[in-house]
């Protein structure tokens, strides 16, 4: 199993961005997968996930309105849309092989190894 983020960069307070993952060696499309996310010096923080088939996603409700997570099974790859970037969204961003989706339980088997928000100006 691979998981490879990739989008992260530094962007200014109310800008952009998109993140992306590209997953292999499973399949795909019979998995939920997440973006979880840490901030320096604090705990992992579930951010959004989305249902193996892509139709029900879930998002916290602190970043609901800002963030927008999408699916593509074709092309097996995960998406995060991030608007309204604040300084506090500044964190390391992991693509995870969620277990419990829409559960609350945050278990995952698989993490990727991230890529850096950083939001500043």
């Known amino acids: 199993v691979q998981l490879v983020e990739s989008g992260g960069t530094l962007v200014q307070p109310g800008g952009s961005l998109k993140l992306s993952c590209a997953a292999s060696?499973?399949?795909?499309?019979?998995?939920?997968v997440s973006w979880v996310r840490q901030a320096p010096g604090k705990g992992p923080e579930w951010v959004s996930g989305?249902?193996?088939?892509?139709?029900?996603?879930y998002i916290s409700d602190s970043l609901k309105g800002r963030f927008t997570i999408s699916r593509d099974n074709a092309k097996n790859t995960l998406n995060l849309q991030m608007d309204s970037l604040k300084p506090e969204d500044t964190a390391r961003y992991y693509c995870?092989?969620?277990?419990?989706?829409?559960?609350?339980?945050?278990?995952?088997?698989?993490w990727g190894q991230g890529t850096q928000v950083t939001v500043s100006s």
């Open positions: 995870v092989r969620d277990l419990t989706v829409g559960y609350g339980l945050g278990v995952f088997d698989y």
């Open positions: 060696g499973f399949i795909f499309s019979n998995y939920a």
């Open positions: 989305v249902n193996p088939s892509g139709l029900i996603p």
